[in-house]
């Protein structure tokens, strides 16, 4: 006996992950920003490092996936694995972590959307105007629940992975000075604040890998391990592949200054076919993913919100369902809120929205998506340590604390180099800001927890556990 | 003193009981009450799942106020409390048992019951709630058209398709449904019964409970949320909380 619906198969989960994962997205705004803003050449070879050490978290992550079939995830793994209060401590970072990544796509898809219009139709708009309609499509698209219908963003998708290797061809066709260099690819390209910065790029560019576990309840035992091991190694393909075949074709001394001069359209201007018809093409695609993903993101903070509220962990009007619809209405609608808020702000200010917006806030949600997912390899060797059911040493341990440790060291790294990766004077208050947000928030979490423990401990039973116990319920009145 | 007048009663206790009309946790505004059956007659009272079914669906259309997946779990929920509440069976550790096997006079209760009975052990309410939930719309629906109650209707659409509704055959005791439900909230007939208290326990599960109360609903909530923990049977109130879960994990199950 099941629920009465279809079950999901690998595909669709693979779709659903390198959706929210954004490909295109990565290779046209992550990679070009990041060497615009930091100067550090090495991110193919970053690519594949942070690759390893995911992989070795997800050995643990889809274990704990087929045991705790909870869609809150990361924040009911934390609790499940390591306690409550650092659970919510976890909950309210990942609120934070991805409604940051899902705002800063609106400083993406405005200027991109804007540039567009100006090169194809001569119309010259301002970036927030384009960022507006991009919010209102998405706060629709959450509140009604219109599903984006599969194939149509299967069909983007296979677009722009088609778009990617056709670029990267003819990336490698053109090499600059007419020699295939590996310069990017070399240990050297990363020594010093180098590693750092490089990590926390592409710590930002893997986010999305995490999504499967989602469908737990709803697809077949082997759908998220299959689907996870499947994505993770074609982003890393994909992303290091693109970035290596742009280092090649620009020249890694270059890139710095490429990248300035051409933000966006970087892969798409890479290969010096100029074709505009590809710069069109790519630009276009480019503004689609970044929509898909905003839309994904969107509804994986609501989910968030809503697991929160009718767990009674926030307020229980989170945690309410639309009757017509059955979203989450009410956390669907205080994100739009937000995301409005953030986009009126940096409209008024006048501040970059591709560097301040799109990729600090990107950065910052990544770093914050790295500590949970820090938190979530501690977590597995914690719950599945005092819970084994067959899974075996590998998968119990060694390669959850391999994780861990190595997830710890990238966010030293990243923490230590703070200020390049910013692009801001060494010093500056931003550095020490946007971790020690996080830390108010984890510690906010705990101390809410303690208190829910004392005054309601119903609700503090009920955490982590993806529904509310009927004491919980008594506990609210 | 209060507090008694407060707690809902059951059985012919509601019934004239002077103590219980002091019960007012909803206000309703606006006179609304139908002439013909005055805030002190005691209105025709339906199957849970029938009254369900009609407070979920415009009086007028007969279209779904709810999406299909809460409606088809609140249906499951209302049919299972039927059974709860004519003592066939109850909840024990979140596991559905068989207390009486001896049919219901409802075909169709006694149809879930027998699958229930033929089961060689307990099933969680949850595995009960979302199997019968596949199947629950079309269930009462068809209960409610052999009972007169809806009638199906073809509607020609656009590009030649038909459509096919189920509309109630008496707008009036459609719409009925839901203020008759909102009145016994508020305690216009005395102490609010039980099966009302779940009938709103799922109304609230199910996200309905806005359209039923209007501004009043979260008085409502809260008056609910008070009440319906103590529920005679207690199965109701476990019914109505595995709804209310299974609701939301459909909301986290993404298909977006």
């Not at chain 1, 469908?215 to 890393?236: D, G, I, K, N, Q």
């Not at chain 2, 139908?34 to 007969?62: K, M, N, Q, Y």
């Not at chain 2, 709103?200 to 039923?212: E, I, M, N, S």
């Not at chain 2, 009440?227 to 986290?252: F, K, M, Q």
């Amino acid at each position: 006996m099941t629920l009465a619906l279809g079950r999901l198969g690998t595909a669709h989960v693979i779709v659903f992950v390198l959706t929210a994962a954004a490909p295109l997205a990565v290779v046209a705004g992550v990679v070009p920003v990041g060497w615009a803003v930091t100067g550090i050449v090495g991110l193919p070879l970053a690519f594949v490092l942070v690759a390893i050490v995911l992989g070795l978290f997800c050995v643990g992550y889809v274990a704990m996936a087929r045991r705790v079939r909870n869609a809150g995830v990361f924040y009911s793994y934390v609790a499940r694995g390591v306690g409550r209060p650092v659970g919510v401590g976890a909950a309210l970072v990942a609120l934070a972590a991805y409604g940051a990544i899902q705002v800063c796509t609106y400083g993406a898809i405005g200027p991109a959307t804007a540039g567009l219009l100006r090169d194809t139709l001569g119309v010259p708009l301002p970036w927030w105007l384009c960022s507006l309609a991009a919010w209102a499509f998405v706060a629709t698209m959450g509140v009604l629940r219109i599903d984006l219908n599969g194939r149509i963003l299967a069909g983007f998708l296979v677009a722009e992975i088609v778009l990617l290797v056709v670029l990267v061809g003819v990336d490698l066709t053109h090499p600059y000075g007419g020699q295939l260099s590996v310069a990017t690819l070399t240990p050297q390209s990363l020594t010093g604040a180098g590693m750092g910065v490089a990590f926390a790029i592409v710590a930002t560019a893997f986010i999305g890998f995490e999504g499967a576990p989602v469908f737990s309840e709803e697809t077949h035992r082997r759908s998220v391990p299959a689907a996870t091991y499947l994505a993770l190694p074609l982003m890393t393909v994909l992303y290091a592949g693109s970035a290596w075949a742009m280092s090649v074709a620009i020249g890694p001394a270059n890139l710095h200054a490429a990248a300035r001069r051409h933000g966006t359209d970087l892969p798409f201007v890479a290969g010096h076919v100029g074709g505009g018809l590809i710069v069109d093409i790519g630009q276009t695609l480019f503004v689609s993913s970044l929509i898909a993903a905003a839309l994904s993101y969107h509804n994986t903070v609501a989910r968030y919100a809503f697991a929160l509220g009718r767990e009674r962990v926030l307020p229980a009007w989170l945690g309410r369902t639309s009757a017509r619809t059955g979203t989450p209405k009410y956390a669907s609608l205080a994100q739009s809120a937000i995301g409005l808020a953030v986009i009126a702000g940096y409209a008024a200010s006048g501040a970059d929205p591709l560097v301040r917006l799109f990729y600090w806030l990107s950065i910052s949600g990544a770093f914050g998506v790295l500590l949970l997912v820090a938190a979530t390899s501690v977590s597995v060797v914690g719950f599945l340590g005092a819970h084994p059911a067959g899974e075996s040493r590998w998968q119990r341990i060694v390669a959850p604390s391999l994780a861990s440790a190595g997830l710890a060291v990238i966010a030293y790294l990243i923490l230590a180099h703070c200020d390049q990766l910013l692009g801001v004077p060494a010093g500056s208050p931003l550095c020490w800001a946007f971790p020690a947000s996080y830390a108010v928030l984890a510690l906010t979490g705990v101390g809410w927890a303690l208190y829910l423990r004392r005054a309601r401990p119903h609700v503090y039973a009920a955490i982590g556990l993806g529904a509310p116990t009927p004491a919980a319920h008594l506990a609210t009145v | 003193m209060r507090r008694q007048a407060a707690m809902p009663l059951v059985g012919a206790d509601r019934r004239g009981s002077r103590a219980v009309r002091a019960v007012d946790p909803v206000a309703v505004r606006g006179n609304e009450v139908t002439r013909s059956s005055g805030p002190h007659e005691r209105p025709e009272r339906l199957r849970l799942a029938d009254d369900f079914w009609l407070i979920a669906h415009h009086d007028r259309s007969g279209r779904p106020r709810l999406n299909p997946l809460a409606l088809g779990l609140g249906l499951a929920g209302a049919l299972l409390g039927e059974l709860a509440t004519t003592g066939h069976l109850t909840i024990h550790d979140r596991h559905v048992h068989v207390t009486d096997d001896t049919p219901p006079a409802d075909a169709t209760s006694h149809g879930i019951l027998e699958q229930i009975a033929t089961k060689s052990r307990a099933h969680p309410v949850p595995v009960w709630l979302k199997f019968l939930a596949g199947s629950a719309t079309e269930t009462v629906t068809t209960r409610l058209v052999r009972a007169g109650l809806v009638q199906r209707e073809q509607q020609r659409r656009r590009l030649g398709r038909i459509n096919v509704v189920h509309r109630p055959t008496d707008r009036n005791q459609a719409c009925w449904r839901s203020v008759r439900l909102r009145h016994a909230l508020a305690g216009r007939y005395g102490g609010t019964p039980w099966d009302d208290m779940f009938l709103a326990g799922l109304a609230d599960a199910t996200g309905l409970l806005p359209k039923v109360l209007g501004d009043d609903h979260p008085a409502g909530r809260a008056y609910v949320a008070r009440w319906l923990p103590r529920s005679d049977p207690p199965a109701l109130y476990e019914l109505a909380i595995a709804v209310e879960t299974l609701v939301g994990d459909a909301v986290l199950g993404a298909r977006t």
